[in-house]
């Protein structure tokens, strides 16, 4: 049985059957795919989804496992393993999506022609026919970070989901047209962001919590035994303004026009008080960065300011995702800035 064009819809190989490897269970499905696994309460199904992005491997990593060991989820499961090919291009969990195609977690609310925006149309039907009571959707980024949690808001249920993985989740009001932005009013659905690729905390991460998410009986227990979370708010996308040339270093790199401090991404969920420079500045550049938040406007100078070359916070702010990784700071952003929301834990 299919999909009606870019995703399969396959019951789930358990135990020997799932693969020696990730690679195994990739190359099998071959493509976009929804793996369906028999629950002991066949009258409920939650939803998982992984590897929307080809180098974040640790949710795939975690389902693998999950299906070898071949326990019986609490009630079925409907997993969608997505950017299967942009995965396997060599040399393996490399590729964000297969050169020059779109994003595919950036798919799922307007409407994108082509394979990227089928897959993604494919998915969220399938999601919304099994009438999922919940969606965790796995991914890695490039920084030091903790597992935590992004939706759209920060209700019991959604913080629920988060405490099976991470003690943080940060409520954002950004639209970038990803997978759990279009489900939010279909049902409690998050982006659990695992770690830095490739950290075996990070699929350790993945793992315990995939394990709890399929074990518990009720959703509602999930958040009754868990640490309160800290729930971080209103990001702010900082980016470098497309013309700058930038360069990572522990001092000003020559030529460069923003030379953001290497060790930039230790400070991920740390309140950064107002003065912390973060970078140097060129002597011949202008105003390096752009920064944005939910209601489109630019503010990167109500954030930053530039004092004797140097780049320095204007105001407290905890930034999140900052990262090292050149490909990542050009192509997407160089970290978001978000606010502690009052009353929280911590
Ligand atoms: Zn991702």
Request: hydrophobic share 45%; glycine share 10%; aromatic share 4%.
């Amino acid at each position: 049985m299919s999909g009606a064009s870019g995703v399969r819809v396959l019951d789930a190989p358990r135990g020997a059957a799932a693969g020696e490897t990730p690679e195994a269970l990739l190359g099998a499905l071959g493509g976009p795919a929804l793996l369906r696994v028999r629950g002991r309460d066949r009258s409920r199904v939650r939803g998982v989804a992984t590897l929307l992005h080809g180098n974040e491997p640790s949710g795939l990593r975690a389902l693998h496992t999950w299906l070898r060991e071949g326990e019986a989820p609490a009630v079925d499961l409907v997993c969608f393993v997505g950017a299967v090919a942009a995965a396997l291009r060599e040399p393996g969990f490399a590729h964000r999506m297969l050169p020059g195609r779109p994003d595919l977690n950036r798919c799922f609310v307007a409407h994108v022609a082509g394979a990227e925006g089928e897959v993604a149309r494919d998915a969220l039907r399938l999601f919304r026919e099994a009438r999922c009571e919940a969606l965790v959707d796995l991914h890695n980024n490039t920084g030091h970070n903790p597992a935590y949690g992004v939706a759209t808001s920060a209700d019991a249920a959604v913080a629920g989901l988060t405490a099976l993985f991470g003690e943080r989740l940060i409520v954002s009001d950004l639209r970038l047209g990803t997978l759990t932005e279009a489900t939010s009013g279909d049902f409690p659905s998050v982006t659990i962001e695992c770690g830095r690729a490739a950290d075996p905390a990070a699929d350790r991460a993945a793992l315990a919590g995939l394990r709890r998410y399929a074990a518990l009986e009720r959703l509602e227990a999930c958040a009754e035994n868990a640490p309160p979370l800290v729930v971080l708010e209103r990001p702010v996308r900082v980016r470098a303004r497309s013309e700058v040339r930038l360069a990572f270093g522990d001092a000003p790199v020559p030529g460069a026009d923003l030379t953001l401090t290497r060790d930039i991404d230790r400070h991920n969920f740390e309140l950064l008080p107002s003065g912390v420079a973060v970078g140097w500045v060129g002597p011949e550049a202008s105003w390096p960065l752009e920064a944005h938040g939910g209601d489109g406007r630019e503010v990167s100078r109500d954030w930053f300011t530039l004092r004797d070359g140097l780049l320095e916070t204007q105001r407290a702010a905890v930034p999140i995702m900052m990262t090292v990784d050149m490909a990542v700071a050009k192509s997407d952003c160089l970290f978001y800035l978000v606010q502690r929301r009052e009353g929280s834990a911590r």
